[in-house]
C-alpha cells in the first residue's frame, strides 16, 4: 500500500498552488455537475491558466481541448489528473514526457507505479488531494459552499 502521508505534505502543496501558474486537467468534464467542472473552472476563476485534456471534447470552458498531453502546445505546470486510478502510469508517462513539474492526483486516484514513474522522471507528486479544496484552505478562501462571501460573521442580516 502506498504511503500517502509522502504525497500529501502542506509545505509541498503550498509551493505548488503559489508558483503553478498552467495547469492541464486530464479528464475534464463538460458537463457542469462533474467535480472536473468545477475544480476547472474556480481554477481559472483564480488566476491559473486551465487546459483541458480530454479526446472526447473539442473546447472546455471556453478553451481548445486537447485529446493528450502530449498535444497541448505550451509548458504545463501542474497535471491534475480526474481519472481512474489503473491510468495514472500512463499519464504520468505522457506527464514526464511534456516535462510537466507536478503530478496532482484527485481525491481516489492512488497508483503507486504513476507516483513512481513521475517521481523517477523529476516530477513532484501530490496524491488523494482536491486541487480546489486544497486552495481554498491554504489561500484562505474556504467556505462551506466552495465560495469566499466576504462575510465575517455567522449571523444572517436582520436577526442581529
Not at 483564480?46 to 485534456?53: M, T
Not at 502530449?70 to 516535462?99: C, K, M, T, W, Y
Not at 516530477?123 to 466552495?146: F, N, P, Q, S
Request: net charge neutral; glycine share 8%.
Amino acid at each position: 500500500m502506498t504511503d500517502l502521508a509522502r504525497y500529501q505534505d502542506p509545505l509541498t502543496i503550498q509551493r505548488v498552488l503559489h508558483t503553478a501558474k498552467t495547469i492541464a486537467i486530464v479528464g475534464l468534464s463538460k458537463d457542469e455537475l462533474r467535480a472536473s467542472n468545477f475544480v476547472g473552472y474556480y481554477a481559472r476563476r483564480h488566476g491559473y491558466r486551465v487546459i483541458p485534456v480530454n479526446p472526447r471534447e473539442s473546447e472546455i470552458l471556453g478553451q481548445p481541448c486537447y485529446p493528450s498531453l502530449g498535444e497541448v502546445p505550451v509548458h504545463v505546470d501542474v497535471v491534475n489528473v480526474f481519472r481512474a486510478p489503473d491510468a495514472l502510469p500512463g499519464i504520468a508517462s505522457e506527464a514526464v514526457a511534456i516535462q510537466a513539474d507536478v503530478l496532482w492526483c484527485q481525491f481516489g486516484v492512488i497508483n503507486e507505479e504513476g507516483a513512481r514513474i513521475a517521481e523517477e522522471g523529476g516530477m513532484t507528486v501530490i496524491m488523494d488531494r482536491c486541487l480546489k479544496v486544497e486552495h481554498a484552505r491554504y489561500v484562505g478562501r474556504m467556505h462551506w459552499l466552495g465560495f469566499n462571501t466576504q462575510r465575517i460573521t455567522s449571523v444572517r442580516a436582520g436577526l442581529q
